[in-house]
T-cell receptor, first 116, second 114 residues
Framework: AQTVTQSQPEMSVQEAETVTLSCTYDTSESDYYLFWYKQPPSRQMILVIRQEAYKQQNATENRFSVNFQKAAKSFSLKISDSQLGDAAMYFCAYRSKQTGANNLFFGTGTRLTVIP | KAGVTQTPRYLIKTRGQQVTLSCSPISGHRSVSWYQQTPGQGLQFLFEYFSETQRNKGNFPGRFSGRQFSNSRSEMNVSTLELGDSALYLC?????????????FGPGTRLLVL
């Protein structure tokens, strides 16, 4: 079974600074999807960024980018120019490409605090 | 386009009762998945429905069941509630056939079992 590990339960960053959240995963599959979701105190899970494993290029969405290292099975999230609204729980998630196995495997999350 | 909606948002039940939660996916999305979120176990997959059929199931007891209707709306039912069933239940919908096939989540139903 696939497992996702987020080794940083909590992180903090100064407003306007950059922070990197770590994620590693374990799988025997060669092609899959990886996601970062954000869950603010309102509890609504929001997609931040996504990556297909076969694509070498790291995904970028405005201030959010990933460092995808397939061989190392690492998928870190970099948040640049941090804003107060970035404060939330961040979950890394894995999804197989196999038909009938579309569920997400989540890490335990990293709570990000943004300091004004 | 409206997002995923879940009702009710909050629910209080007592042990032994049963509960039904509802999820309406984004229009056009036919895949609906359910997840349980607790402080101790984190986010765990319950089941996925597609075109009214359960396509995938997580490792939960038979007290947890679900169904999907022809309009893609889904319900999940928990019978004989236990204290440990207290959780945030999240529903996610997905548009089949697109690359990546991102799941979009609803706001969740907070269930408290007393």
């Amino acid at each position: 079974a696939q497992t996702v590990t987020q080794s940083q339960p909590e992180m903090s960053v100064q407003e306007a600074e950059t922070v990197t959240l770590s994620c590693t995963y374990d799988t025997s599959e060669s092609d899959y999807y990886l996601f970062w979701y954000k869950q603010p105190p309102s509890r609504q899970m929001i997609l931040v960024i996504r990556q297909e494993a076969y694509k070498q290029q790291n995904a970028t969405e405005n201030r959010f980018s990933v460092n995808f290292q397939k061989a190392a099975k690492s998928f870190s999230l970099k948040i640049s120019d941090s804003q107060l609204g970035d404060a939330a729980m961040y979950f890394c998630a894995y999804r197989s490409k196999q038909t009938g196995a579309n569920n997400l495997f989540f890490g335990t999350g990293t709570r990000l605090t943004v300091i004004p | 386009k409206a997002g995923v909606t879940q009702t009710p948002r909050y629910l209080i039940k007592t042990r032994g009762q049963q509960v039904t939660l509802s999820c309406s996916p984004i229009s056009g999305h036919r895949s609906v998945s359910w997840y349980q979120q607790t402080p101790g176990q984190g986010l765990q997959f319950l089941f996925e429905y597609f075109s009214e059929t359960q396509r995938n199931k997580g490792n939960f007891p038979g007290r947890f069941s679900g169904r999907q209707f022809s309009n893609s709306r889904s319900e999940m039912n928990v019978s004989t509630l236990e204290l440990g069933d207290s959780a945030l239940y999240l529903c996610a919908s997905r548009l089949e056939g697109l690359p990546l096939g991102t799941q979009y989540f609803g706001p969740g139903t907070r269930l408290l079992v007393l």
